[in-house]
């Protein structure tokens, strides 16, 4: 057993541990018709392989090796990755088809659909090499909360105020959140960021606060509400997000297997919590690099208990809890007012320093 295939299994024996009902049906279900699809692939190989020498085109490009084992496809299977489509996650599994997190899900569609509602892409203009740079939810009526690291793509501290950064061409950047961008739609639901309350400084946990504005007609969707319970471990949670194909993953092909080569477009992934203190939210969630700043989700009450900022793939992700977000959004808004100043035409709050709550990677 190479290396992958050890960290695969061990992912797989974890996740099964947690969620004893998931488990069960995974061994019952998944786990012979997982062996049975890759053991009939295995044997057909050759054949296929040999009748593409014979009456294949010479000069056609090798197809990309796909990996294929019983422990993807129940990994895949119990922390499956969902199209969002018209604002709801569309319900179709791929192999083999989880009852259990079908049925969770369906009980849960209209906290999901709330939060769905209240989740966007960020977006920039007139930076040098990105669109997008991640994912951020509404926590109050026009405040966007996301990671740190997102916002300092666009925006900067200077002295005691906010800035946003030269771009291109002479160009300030500018940001906007679009609460569509799904897979198959062509159609936006954009605002524009106007005003950056608050970036965290690096020593604080990872975190940003941004004002949107109103835009015409447009009507912004109501809040994620900040769960007043500390999350335990096992609770059903959920990461609403925009992952990106993720360069820095050396497991390529699990990863296109996993996310389905549909990639920039808002997605649902379903997991638990695996641990959790003051400092961070640990979860089970799949996400990529986009996820940054994606909301992770109580199932049961449709509030966030955290701000995903980090994973290490096939081993934990990372969240903000949310009672720090809920601390340092009081904070901001308590002080508003008080001192803020006008920065190229966009308001700007004055920069504060706030002690360390947590540290973790980017993603």
């Known amino acids: 057993m190479n290396d992958l295939e050890q960290r695969l299994a061990t992912a797989v024996a974890a996740m099964e541990q947690r969620d004893p009902k998931l488990g069960q049906e995974l061994k019952d279900k998944v786990r012979p018709e997982a062996t049975e699809r890759v053991t009939r692939d295995a044997e057909e190989r050759p054949r296929r392989r040999m009748a593409e020498r014979v009456g294949g085109d010479s000069e056609a490009p090798p197809q990309r090796r796909r990996l294929r084992t019983p422990e993807t496809i129940v990994l895949r299977t119990g922390r499956p990755v969902l199209t969002v489509r018209n604002d709801s996650p569309e319900l179709l599994f791929r192999d083999t088809e989880s009852e259990v997190w079908r049925e969770r899900l369906q009980k849960a569609t209209d906290q999901i659909h709330r939060a769905v509602l209240a989740s966007g892409r960020v977006e920039v203009e007139h930076h040098p090499t990105f669109n997008w740079i991640g994912t951020g939810w509404l926590v109050r009526a026009d405040v966007i909360v996301t990671n740190r690291h997102v916002a300092k793509e666009f925006a900067r501290r200077q002295g005691t105020q906010f800035r946003f950064r030269p771009g291109t061409l002479g160009r300030t950047m500018r940001a906007s959140m679009d609460f569509l961008e799904e897979f198959g739609r062509a159609d936006e639901r954009t605002f524009q960021i106007k005003q950056v309350l608050h970036i965290e400084g690096d020593s604080g946990p990872d975190l940003a606060l941004l004002r949107v504005e109103q835009s015409g007609a447009l009507r912004l969707a109501a809040p994620i509400g900040l769960s007043p319970h500390a999350p335990i471990a096992g609770q059903q949670v959920a990461t609403i997000g925009y992952p990106a194909r993720d360069s820095r993953i050396p497991e390529m092909d699990l990863m296109e297997e996993i996310f389905g080569d549909v990639f920039d477009k808002k997605r649902l992934a379903p997991g638990q919590v695996i641990r959790a203190t003051k400092r961070d939210v640990q979860h089970d969630c799949s996400t990529l690099g986009g996820n940054s700043g994606s909301t992770v989700l109580d199932l049961e009450s449709g509030d ?11 081993e934990a992700n990372f969240a903000v809890p949310a009672a720090v977000v809920e601390q340092r959004l009081n904070e901001v808004l308590n002080s508003e007012g008080r001192s803020t ?9 004055p920069a504060q320093v706030m002690p360390a709550t947590t540290a973790g990677g980017r993603r």
């Open 304 to 314: 966030a208990v955290g701000l995903h900022f980090a994973g290490r793939f096939l």
């Open 341 to 349: 100043v006008t920065v190229g035409g966009i308001a700007s709050q």
